[in-house]
């Protein structure tokens, strides 16, 4: 039994990130803040939340395993490391080429700390002396996490391929694209198995799936990474994922608005890894993508973070039923079940999806018609007052509430939405005065030329040197977001 707890609002951008300590959530947006909310006070934000450290947007965020630190990374190259307790900065990790850091990890006894980098580096810091090595990958490191023992550690990068290091930058194994088009996000189990010799690892990717491997190690004391179980219960990339802290549950949050559960206990069979998938919409299908998800540490309890600028906490209880859907409570009692056909744009719909969208608003009576007239949802969305009455309905009452309903369904399907080419990739703030830069990417004028003028001459995006400070106006693309702030 899954249940909605709490919705938090408090950041204005994309939520990027969240993680429970034993007493505490944190989470991480695109606006340059963390936010810290008390578990056992009704989600009340902590006094000194939020922290504003950071020059540009979070992209990741992780408490130590005693919960007494909290270590952040974002776009300015920067992992900052925070007493979790008082909200004080106690640390401030420079990446040696400032480049942009999109993951960062903490290891199982806090002595080491871990940030993966755009330029295909994972730097890493000693806790107590804050000594930097780094350890070069082959493209941009967007996923890292500890194994149990803190011996060895995990990378993915953008190139889909996962690696196996030791602490001394040695690579014990490779898996060569692990995950198509790109990993997303790597995460161990914390338990140890066959006398510490076995971990299970699990990956996403944005192919869609999620793997579960076995790092082990063979007779000859060598590590190796083997796959076990390559899941596609998501229809769309799969851009975070978590263990509970038993290894029993294996929760995945995807572009398709969906958190999936695994039922990822053993039971001292590898046949029996993966029981049951109980998927659950987190945001309405008027949201969007499921960007964050963190299992507390009691296991009683569930964080997801959206793009839509929301958390969501959930309470686990009970036994969890396959294939069940639960909805946001703002929905409608119609809505509380939500079919496959809602989470696609409506302009894919089939001319099923659009008679069963008929019968779950209650317009049974027009479903012949639709069906006569080969109306699919391409031809919904076209529908107007004037239109309508050429479908031969009679009832005046009919159209109107047909007519209602569309709406409703346009609006929730375009709520704000911003298209992502209207965001500035620095600031992920809807741009008011684009420019295009050397490397061909548009930016927020004031973002690119701060971005300049500081320590970074590369690009934010490829991290390529600029061949030039150049900044040119976009104007295309400001009618753009002109025409489009004006429709919405």
């Known amino acids: 039994m899954v249940s909605l707890l709490h919705t938090l609002r408090d950041h204005t951008d994309e939520v990027r990130c969240c993680a429970f300590s034993p007493s505490l959530l944190a989470t991480g947006s695109g606006d340059k803040s963390l936010r810290v909310y008390s578990t056992d006070a009704g989600f009340t934000e902590r006094p000194f939340s939020p922290l504003t450290a950071h020059a540009y947007g979070v992209h990741c965020c992780c408490f130590s395993s005693c919960g007494g630190f909290l270590l952040s990374c974002s776009t300015d190259g920067l992992a900052l ?173 995807s572009v398709d608005k969906s958190v999936t559960i695994y039922d990822a206990d053993l039971k001292g069979s590898l046949s029996a890894f993966f029981v049951f998938a109980h998927t659950l919409h987190t945001p309405p299908p008027a949201c969007r993508y499921v960007t964050a998800v963190a299992v507390s540490p009691h296991q009683d309890m569930i964080a ?25 409570p703002d929905e409608d009692e119609a809505h509380s079940k939500l079919p496959v056909h809602s989470r696609l744009l409506l302009t894919d719909w089939t001319e099923g999806d659009v008679q069963k969208w008929l019968c779950e608003e209650g317009l049974e009576k027009l479903v012949d018609v639709f069906k006569a007239n080969n109306i699919d949802g391409e031809e ?72 300049i003028q500081g320590k970074n001459k590369t690009s934010p995006m490829t991290n390529l040197p600029l061949q030039t400070t150049l900044l040119t106006p976009n104007r295309s693309l400001k009618m753009a977001i002109t025409h489009w702030k004006s429709d919405h």
């Not at 898996?175 to 010799?197: P, Y």
């Not at 990956?203 to 796959?227: F, H, N, P, Y």
């Not at 529908?383 to 009919?398: H, P, Y």
């Open 304 to 328: 997801t973070g959206s793009m839509d600028r929301s958390v969501n906490v959930w309470r686990i209880g009970g036994e969890l039923a396959p294939a069940s859907a639960i909805s946001h």
């Open 81 to 253: 490391l925070w007493n979790s307790g008082s909200g004080e900065l106690l640390a401030t990790l420079e990446h040696p080429s400032r480049s942009p850091l999109r993951v960062c990890a903490l290891s199982p006894d806090s002595s080491r700390l871990l940030a993966g980098a755009c330029d295909g580096t994972a730097a890493q810091w000693d806790f107590r002396s804050r000594k930097l090595c780094r350890v070069v990958s082959e493209a941009s490191v967007v996923a890292c996490c500890f194994s149990p023992c803190g011996q060895m550690f995990v990378s993915g990068c953008t190139n889909g391929d996962l690696k196996l290091w030791d602490l001394q930058a040695s690579l014990l194994d490779a898996q060569k694209d692990a995950h198509d088009l790109g990993v997303t996000c790597c995460t161990f189990a914390s338990q140890f198995l066959i006398g510490g010799l076995e971990f299970r690892l699990a990956s996403c990717g944005q192919d869609s799936c999620v793997k579960i491997w076995m790092v082990s190690q063979d007779e000859r004391a060598a590590w190796t990474v083997k796959l076990l179980h390559s899941l596609g219960a998501q229809s769309a990339p799969v851009l975070s994922c978590a263990f509970s802290p038993d290894g029993g549950l294996l929760v995945s949050g």
């Open 380 to 451: 919904l969305s076209r529908l107007s007052k004037d239109t309508v009455t050429e479908l031969g309905i009679e009832s005046v009452g009919l159209r109107g509430r047909l007519m209602r309903r569309i709406n409703a369904l346009k609006a929730e399907q375009n709520d704000s939405e911003v298209p992502d080419h209207f965001l500035c990739p620095i600031t992920r703030e809807l741009m008011k005065d684009p420019v295009i830069a050397a490397d061909g990417f548009s930016y927020e004028r004031e973002s690119i030329e701060s971005w």
